[in-house]
Nanobody
């Protein structure tokens, strides 16, 4: 059973930075996969933030492009999200997700496995 555990959330002032981590357990050894970060702010719908595929290709939502960077640490089975120039509107619970299929989609319904989330709060 695949399990995803996020960490690294916290409180930061606008303009600051945070790095989120998502540890993968129960890895099946599937060579093709997609992993993504989603977020849900207070009173908002879930939003796809960034996605990376097993071949290294990646994509971003327009709202975070140029500020966030998604990457993978294969040796540690960990997904990372480096967040710079944070804004108050980035405040949300951030979730990582994984699917054994191979794409660059940012729709929640396309992902099979989900973590429990980590809170990010940006104060202005």
């Amino acid at each position: 059973q695949v399990q995803l555990v996020e960490s690294g959330g916290g409180s930061v002032q606008a303009g600051g930075s945070l790095t989120l981590s998502c540890a993968l357990f129960g890895y099946t050894g599937n060579d093709e996969w997609s992993m993504a970060w989603f977020r849900q702010g207070p009173g908002k719908e879930r939003e796809g933030v960034a996605v990376i595929r097993s071949d290294g290709n990646h994509g971003y939502a327009a709202s975070v492009k140029g500020r966030f960077t998604i990457s993978q640490d294969n040796a540690k089975n960990t997904l990372l999200l480096q967040m710079n120039s944070l804004k108050a509107e980035d405040t949300a619970i951030y979730y990582c997700a994984r699917d054994p299929r191979w794409w660059l989609r940012l729709r929640g319904e396309d992902y099979k496995y989900w973590g429990q989330g980590t809170q990010v709060t940006v104060s202005s």
